[in-house]
């Protein structure tokens, strides 16, 4: 199986930048589509950017050039940098593994971190 830990959340101004981490164990790291999603009190667990095997990414559309996904498989770690961060960013943030190509379902992830608290103070 993989473990999968975020770190890198915290509370931060209007216009900062964070740079979340995930740190992987377990076996065949590189194998593994890696996602990251969110989820703000009260609604639904948002996707937010994927990168595949061969480090391809994607995008949610709310992000808006803002943030860049990366992976290290020779650290086991994917990361995501965010900047130009605003209040609507405030949620807790996911990392995630799959074995499929349906990046954007949560349902397609089978492993799955504890979460990292973002705050964003307008």
């Known amino acids: 199986q993989v473990q999968l830990v975020e770190s890198g959340g915290g509370l931060v101004q209007a216009g900062d930048s964070l740079r979340l981490s995930c740190a992987a164990s377990?076996?065949?790291?590189?194998?593994?589509?890696m996602g990251w999603f969110r989820q703000a009190p009260g609604k639904e667990r948002e996707f937010v950017a994927a990168i595949t095997r061969g480090s391809g990414s994607i995008f949610a559309d709310f992000v808006k050039g803002r943030f860049t996904i990366s992976r290290d498989n020779a650290k086991n770690a994917v990361y995501l940098q965010m900047n130009s961060l605003n209040a609507e960013d405030t949620a807790v943030y996911l990392c995630?593994?799959?074995?499929?190509?349906?990046?954007?379902?949560?349902?397609?992830?089978?492993?799955w971190g504890q979460g990292t608290q973002v705050t964003v103070s307008s």
């Open positions: 995630a593994a799959t074995n499929s190509v349906n990046y954007r379902v949560p349902a397609s992830y089978n492993y």
């Open positions: 377990g076996r065949t790291f590189s194998s593994y589509l």
